[in-house]
């Protein structure tokens, strides 16, 4: 990857129209300084907490971070990589292979917390000549915590602007055709490769329950890309299971959960279960720690033997492909 693209600035000539690529965010390093101010920043968010500030600052600044910045640096240290975070290095090279097929735009990526910022990548567009705009959270499903979430930060730097640009956003892609495609593809392909077990385990990244409740479109999303794509590899409902991880605090959130179900599976005889997480576009702390360590422990203590995790579609051709002509789809009828 060339070193102006790491530094934000994409290697194409000035362009008219941008596309803005939005992951969740990292700390900038494996250390519980770096972790405690960006989870600082991550849970500050009401989109993402969704409680009175004056109720919830004192816990995460009192209790959380303190008692969880050193916890979480140490799984970050397990995963980091040469090229630093594994979920940015990762949401790069899928940004940088996007460039690579989409001359016709600027393609810039940014992170929701910590850097890249958005605010500094929108800056960097308008100083290119900037006039239309559009948006791509790198999130197939739609929730308020992440999505919504996104477009906050973007109306907040937008509405300081002068003169704004034309703007669009993609809301989700959980059913897109070429996602799907590019998903079964890639779910075939290790199978065919390293075997195929007993079941396939979809774990998307869980919520609480009254998100759901509130209006959130999320789990019914998760479940139509889940069946989707269940039958494009011509599977029946015993051999596949739909499950939400990362369940934070005591109140319900979206079920059945991940852990507890593979401590199931396990307990009737399954013993080798195949795992992909269709809600992440790239690798990250939850599907290479809580996954790839934490669940399959869990599901070897339990009884079983191999949880195989299947990774993410990262910057794969059809995943880029996929992306690309689903942006394209977005921008038909604005001008040249």
Same mark, same amino acid.
């Given at each position: 990857?060339?070193?102006?693209?790491?530094?934000?600035?994409?290697?194409?000539?000035?362009?008219?129209?941008?596309?803005?690529?939005?992951?969740?965010?990292?700390?900038?390093?494996?250390?519980?300084?770096?972790?405690?101010?960006?989870?600082?920043?991550?849970?500050?968010?009401?989109?993402?907490?969704?409680?009175?500030?004056?109720?919830?600052?004192?816990?995460?600044?009192?209790?959380?971070?303190?008692?969880?910045?050193?916890?979480?640096?140490?799984?970050?240290?397990?995963?980091?990589?040469?090229?630093?975070?594994?979920?940015?290095?990762?949401?790069?090279?899928?940004?940088?292979?996007?460039?690579?097929?989409?001359?016709?735009?600027?393609?810039?990526?940014?992170?929701?917390?910590? *850097? #890249?910022?958005?605010?500094?990548? +929108?800056? %960097? !567009?308008? /100083? &290119? =000549?900037?006039?239309?705009?559009?948006?791509?959270?790198?999130?197939?499903?739609?929730?308020?915590?992440?999505?919504?979430?996104?477009?906050?930060?973007?109306?907040?730097?937008?509405?300081?602007?002068?003169?704004?640009?034309?703007?669009?956003?993609?809301?989700?892609?959980?059913?897109?055709?070429?996602?799907?495609?590019?998903?079964?593809?890639?779910?075939?392909?290790?199978?065919?490769?390293?075997?195929?077990?007993?079941?396939?385990?979809?774990?998307?990244?869980?919520?609480?329950?009254?998100?759901?409740?509130?209006?959130?479109?999320?789990?019914?999303?998760?479940?139509?890309?889940?069946?989707?794509?269940?039958?494009?590899?011509?599977?029946?409902?015993?051999?596949?299971?739909?499950?939400?991880?990362?369940?934070?605090?005591?109140?319900?959130?979206? *079920? #059945?959960?991940?852990?507890?179900? +593979?401590? %199931? !599976?396990? /307990? &009737? =005889?399954?013993?080798?279960?195949?795992?992909?997480?269709?809600?992440?576009?790239?690798?990250?702390?939850?599907?290479?720690?809580?996954?790839?360590?934490?669940?399959?422990?869990?599901?070897?203590?339990?009884?079983?033997?191999?949880?195989?995790?299947?990774?993410?579609?990262?910057?794969?051709?059809?995943?880029?492909?996929?992306?690309?002509?689903?942006?394209?789809?977005?921008?038909?009828?604005?001008?040249?």
């Amino acid at each position: 990857m060339s070193p102006r693209f790491r530094d934000g600035v994409a290697p194409v000539p000035a362009t008219r129209t941008g596309l803005l690529l939005v992951n969740l965010g990292t700390p900038d390093a494996p250390t519980a300084g770096a972790v405690r101010r960006y989870l600082g920043e991550f849970l500050h968010d009401y989109r993402v907490v969704e409680l009175t500030r004056w109720l919830w600052c004192p816990i995460l600044h009192g209790i959380i971070l303190p008692l969880r910045s050193r916890k979480v640096a140490h799984k970050y240290a397990s995963i980091w990589t040469d090229k630093g975070s594994p979920l940015l290095a990762l949401s790069r090279d899928l940004a940088e292979a996007m460039q690579a097929q989409m001359p016709e735009f600027e393609v810039r990526l940014a992170m929701r917390y910590g *850097q #890249p910022s958005i605010r500094a990548e +929108l800056q %960097a !567009m308008r /100083a &290119r =000549g900037l006039q239309r705009l559009l948006v791509l959270p790198l999130y197939p499903q739609y929730s308020a915590s992440t999505v919504a979430a996104v477009h906050d930060a973007v109306f907040a730097e937008l509405r300081q602007w002068r003169v704004m640009p034309e703007l669009r956003l993609i809301n989700d892609y959980h059913v897109d055709e070429g996602w799907l495609d590019a998903l079964a593809a890639s779910v075939q392909n290790h199978w065919d490769l390293h075997g195929r077990g007993e079941i396939l385990l979809m774990s998307f990244h869980g919520v609480p329950q009254r998100f759901i409740a509130a209006g959130d479109p999320y789990a019914r999303q998760c479940e139509l890309g889940a069946r989707a794509l269940a039958q494009r590899l011509q599977l029946d409902d015993s051999q596949w299971q739909l499950t939400f991880q990362s369940r934070f605090g005591r109140e319900p959130w979206l *079920q #059945p959960y991940t852990d507890e179900t +593979l401590k %199931a !599976m396990a /307990a &009737r =005889g399954v013993r080798n279960v195949d795992m992909v997480c269709p809600g992440f576009a790239v690798d990250c702390l939850e599907t290479l720690e809580e996954n790839s360590v934490e669940n399959a422990a869990i599901f070897r203590e339990a009884g079983g033997e191999t949880l195989c995790y299947i990774p993410a579609l990262n910057s794969s051709p059809g995943h880029v492909a996929a992306l690309a002509a689903l942006a394209r789809r977005h921008v038909q009828g604005w001008p040249h």
